[in-house]
């Protein structure tokens, strides 16, 4: 993120009376160790080319209510990240249906099968 981007960010945070900067992040540290040492719930990052940095979604994997909020290079466009818990009504619960939830919930994996000998 721009310097001034960033001193834009960090001057809009603090003036707020409910926020505080728990912690910066140097260009050699990594996202999970701050936020965890800091207990930072909401991490600012910036946005990059492609996607999410992975340290940012390693931190989301392992802090699972920890937001992250990406703002591009230009500081007119952001997306936040979270994982959100969500409740979906299974109904009643049958041997098919339990499998198709399985199947519909899971990434599929796929496997190569030898095709058997003597055309069958």
Do not use: W
Not at 41 to 57: A, N, Q, W
Request: hydrophobic share 40%; proline share 7%.
């Amino acid at each position: 993120m721009p310097l001034i981007l960033r001193d834009i960010v960090k001057t809009i945070v603090t003036d707020q009376p409910d926020m505080e900067v728990v912690g910066e992040l140097g260009p050699d540290d990594d996202v999970s160790n701050v936020a965890a040492t800091t207990g930072a719930d909401f991490v600012i990052t910036s946005l990059e080319e492609t996607g999410l940095h992975p340290s940012c979604t390693r931190l989301l994997d392992a802090r699972s209510r920890v937001k992250v909020l990406a703002i591009g290079g230009d500081g007119r466009h952001a997306f936040l990240y979270e994982l959100l818990p969500r409740r979906s009504a299974v109904g009643e619960l049958s041997p098919d249906v339990l499998a198709a939830v399985i199947r519909k919930n899971t990434t599929p994996r796929l496997r190569l099968v030898e095709p058997r000998k003597g055309g069958g």
